[in-house]
């Protein structure tokens, strides 16, 4: 029996996606405060990103390549990307120009131009957290493009292999040029692409892996767990005594593969841990969460400490370091739910009622 069923749902990348978007914002927070000794600080957030990556390319390949594929799976493809990206991301740069507008002093940490919410409009390159939106939106249309092909493709003799091969190569050639040429990766689409491309490998391998044991598949996600967690930049160099590259680091990339993978083989232990209810509600409001802790994190630490609450700097387990966190952590959940509730959610049935009705 195949680990995974066509289509179905994998609950523990949920509470994988959950994860990431954890381990962006404890990393933000971690920089300034030396929370819990920094171990989460000094780059730690490009994994999360790299995480989300290589589970957006798993998604596609296991959501796309996997079944029967029509014009309608692609109409479908596009209305699902546009309104699960979009809504969100263009009523936060909306406020975050308007604010600006209004009084550039209000919100110093994001100093959102005319002709900086142009180039995020067009999806021409990113500011801050907002440099992966651009690059996720360059891997759906590349995606789509390769769906396209795959479609016109399976009508040949052997035609379904075509594509999935082309899939591997295109992985291949990004991670050999992103590997050699690492000291001048950019957050860009093509320094990038391996880990989105390398995913999806890892989907349509994934489906031919034999279900194991329970005892086997928990314990490879315990060895892909520890994976991600030595992912993280000071607990590499920690261990390993070097200092890694990130997105050109085969090494950090190979980790959190095999988070990713291992995550996907669905185990119980997987199970327990990602799909209980804590990771799946933070999988949940990951994107809000990704979008929106950054200024929350700026008024946590910008201004209760003039009201005497909290403070930055210090030694992490200094009560007012934990107090701080724990009302940062309480914002971004309590902000980041509201968003996917009132927000994140309505918008993106809307585009989907949308897209049905200009189909039917």
């Known amino acids: 029996m195949p680990v995974i069923s066509r289509g179905c749902n994998i609950p523990p990348l949920d509470g994988a996606r959950g994860l990431a978007a954890a381990t962006v914002a404890i990393s933000h927070f971690s920089n300034p405060t030396n929370f819990l000794g920094n171990i989460f600080g000094d780059g730690a957030g490009v994994?999360?990103?790299?995480?989300?990556?290589?589970?957006?390319?798993?998604?596609?390949?296991?959501l796309y390549l996997a079944g029967p594929l029509s014009l309608q799976t692609l109409r479908y493809f596009v209305v699902a990307r546009i309104g699960r990206v979009f809504p969100l991301f263009y009523l936060v740069i909306l406020v975050a120009l308007a604010?600006?507008?209004?009084?550039?002093?209000?919100?110093?940490?994001?100093?959102?131009?005319?002709?900086?919410?142009?180039?995020?409009?067009?999806l021409i390159s990113g500011?801050?957290?907002?440099?992966?939106?651009?690059?996720?939106?360059?891997?759906?249309?590349?995606?789509?493009?390769?769906?396209?092909?795959?479609l016109v493709l399976l009508q040949l003799p052997g035609g379904q292999r075509i594509v999935p091969c082309l899939i591997i190569a295109a992985a291949l050639y990004f991670s050999a040029q992103?590997?050699?040429?690492?000291?001048?990766?950019?957050?860009?689409?093509?320094?990038?692409?391996?880990?989105?491309?390398?995913?999806?490998?890892?989907?349509?391998?994934?489906?031919?892996?034999?279900?194991?044991?329970?005892?086997?598949?928990?314990?490879?996600?315990?060895?892909?767990?520890?994976?991600?967690?030595?992912?993280?930049?000071?607990?590499?160099?920690?261990?390993?005594?070097?200092?890694?590259?990130?997105?050109?680091d085969p090494v950090i990339v190979l980790f959190v593969l095999a988070?990713?993978?291992?995550?996907?083989?669905?185990?119980?232990?997987?199970?327990?841990?990602?799909a209980a209810r804590v990771p799946r509600f933070l999988g949940d409001i990951s994107y809000s969460m990704y979008l929106l802790h950054l200024p929350i994190l700026w008024f946590v630490l910008e201004m209760l400490p003039e009201i005497g609450l909290a403070g930055k700097g210090g030694v992490w387990y200094e009560p007012r370091i934990i107090v701080t966190f724990a009302i940062y952590?309480?914002?971004?959940?309590?902000?980041?739910?509201?968003?996917?509730?009132?927000?994140?959610?309505?918008?993106?049935?809307?585009i989907r009622r949308f897209g049905a009705g200009n189909h039917a």
């Open 47 to 62: 994994v999360g990103v790299m995480l989300f990556f290589a589970l957006s390319g798993f998604l596609m390949g296991h």
């Open 99 to 122: 604010i600006h507008q209004l009084d550039e002093n209000i919100w110093p940490e994001w100093p959102f131009t005319v002709e900086m919410f142009r180039s995020h409009a067009l």
């Open 127 to 150: 500011y801050s957290v907002f440099w992966t939106i651009p690059v996720e939106i360059h891997f759906y249309g590349a995606f789509l493009l390769f769906l396209v092909l795959h």
């Open 178 to 248: 992103n590997m050699l040429n690492r000291e001048a990766l950019t957050n860009d689409f093509g320094s990038t692409a391996h880990v989105f491309l390398l995913g999806v490998v890892a989907a349509m391998i994934c489906r031919h892996i034999v279900q194991s044991g329970p005892f086997l598949s928990g314990a490879l996600f315990v060895v892909g767990f520890a994976a991600f967690l030595a992912a993280m930049p000071n607990i590499y160099a920690f261990v390993f005594g070097v200092n890694h590259e990130f997105f050109g």
């Open 259 to 274: 988070f990713v993978f291992f995550s996907a083989m669905n185990s119980r232990l997987a199970n327990l841990i990602l």
């Open 329 to 350: 952590a309480a914002l971004v959940c309590a902000v980041s739910y509201l968003s996917y509730r009132f927000a994140e959610v309505p918008l993106r049935q809307a």
